[in-house]
């Protein structure tokens, strides 16, 4: 159950992070206040939170709250889809025609809460006495009612999960998958109250067979919806480290250039602190390191030229790495540039890529020789 709660508190994180960048976004909103629903639902379900739920409001209230919740999560679940329809103001009008069914199924399920003794109602699925009409009424109708939404949820799903590509699809395929085994399970339960109801037992281990799929679709679900997000982030976390280790690869290059030429050194946009903590970022630092290398390397060019050279063709990293020294200590004694600016043009290539390659790669000469 721990563990559960942890995966549902981490996808919620997540959806709450990117409601709050895009507030006005109606399926967004409707998947978070599903998580948070169903987020809720959980703690209220856990001995101790249902213990303290009930010893302030009475007996079997936790009970109530938590499946009330669960409701509530999977109409927000399908009010998800219902906005993200291409006819959205078909959408908004079916959002609220479901909103009368849960609320009656609300209702319904309330009534059957109160019209029985708290000490009669509390307890969990497995133990509460199906015999009872209100009790057996109230498991059932909540049970019917998740496995027509969660259903429906499914069915939505797939037909997404066909028309996306990857990842998007990966993550679609998840979550239909936790929906599809969530409505399932929910099916058998209502089979189990319907035996138990006419006093017939179901065997202890089904029943805890069936407790397990409902938390293994819960988390797949949950998996299912942050999937494609969370590979985004783990990709642009990636890409933060290679540009911070590239961007400390490239110091020796830059500071012998920085060095010679000042001036190609690149500072914030004003001395406001917003534009002094933005120039800080990984990503600026790191490009605008690429830019003061190559600004550095197209000033120092006139001192790199063999005695019959009018270009640099070809040119490999060690060899580069030696001249630029050998250039930098002219420049040092104050020896004045041969010529105008010319050409460099590398080993490996023109492309930007290949460009910071083979600038990594001086750079690794220029330590090594150091």
């Given at each position: 159950m721990t563990f559960l709660l942890l995966g549902l508190v981490a996808a919620l994180g997540w959806k709450l992070y990117q409601w709050k960048r895009s507030p006005g976004d109606a399926p967004l909103r409707s998947v978070t206040l599903c998580l948070l629903c169903a987020t809720l639902s959980y703690p209220v379900a856990m001995p101790g939170g249902a213990t303290g739920v009930d010893t302030v409001a009475g007996h079997g209230t936790a009970k109530l709250i938590q499946n009330v919740l669960l409701l509530l999560a999977v109409y927000f679940l399908m009010c998800f889809y219902l906005y993200s329809a291409a006819d959205k103001e078909a959408g908004r009008r079916r959002a609220r025609r479901e909103a009368v069914v849960v609320g009656i199924?609300?209702?319904?399920?309330?009534?059957?809460?109160?019209?029985?003794?708290?000490?009669?109602?509390?307890?969990?699925?497995?133990?509460?006495?199906?015999?009872?009409?209100?009790?057996?009424?109230?498991?059932?109708?909540?049970?019917?009612?998740?496995?027509?939404?969660?259903?429906?949820?499914?069915?939505?799903?797939?037909?997404?999960?066909?028309?996306?590509?990857?990842?998007?699809?990966?993550?679609l395929w998840m979550t239909a998958v936790g929906l599809g085994v969530m409505a399932l399970a929910c099916a058998i339960r209502a089979v189990f109250v319907a035996f138990r109801a006419a006093g017939t037992e179901v065997p202890q281990p089904l029943m805890a067979a069936v407790a397990f799929l409902l938390v293994a679709s819960i988390l797949t679900f949950a998996a299912g919806v942050t999937y494609s997000g969370a590979r985004t982030r783990i990709s642009s976390l990636r890409l933060w480290l290679q540009h911070r280790r590239d961007h400390r690869r490239l110091a020796p290059l830059w500071e012998?250039?920085?060095?010679?030429?000042?001036?190609?050194?690149?500072?914030?946009?004003?001395?406001a602190v917003m534009d002094r903590w933005r120039a800080r970022g990984v990503h600026r630092r790191y490009h605008r390191r690429i830019v003061e290398c190559r600004d550095g390397l197209v000033n120092i060019s006139p001192y790199l030229l063999e005695a019959d050279e009018t270009t640099i063709l070809n040119i490999d990293s060690a060899e580069l790495a030696d001249r630029l020294r050998r250039a930098s200590a002219r420049i040092g004694k104050g020896v004045p540039a041969p010529r105008p600016a010319v050409p460099i043009a590398m080993a490996l290539g023109s492309d930007r890529e290949s460009d910071v390659k083979q600038l990594i790669a001086v750079s690794d000469e220029l330590r090594t020789a150091a």
């Open positions: 199924f609300v209702v319904a399920i309330t009534v059957a809460a109160e019209t029985v003794p708290g000490d009669v109602f509390a307890g969990s699925f497995s133990t509460a006495d199906m015999t009872i009409p209100q009790i057996a009424f109230f498991y059932s109708s909540a049970g019917l009612y998740l496995m027509y939404a969660l259903g429906m949820a499914c069915r939505w799903t797939v037909r997404y999960a066909r028309l996306s590509r990857r990842p998007h699809s990966t993550g012998l250039l920085a060095e010679a030429y000042p001036d190609t050194v690149l500072r914030p946009a004003s001395d």
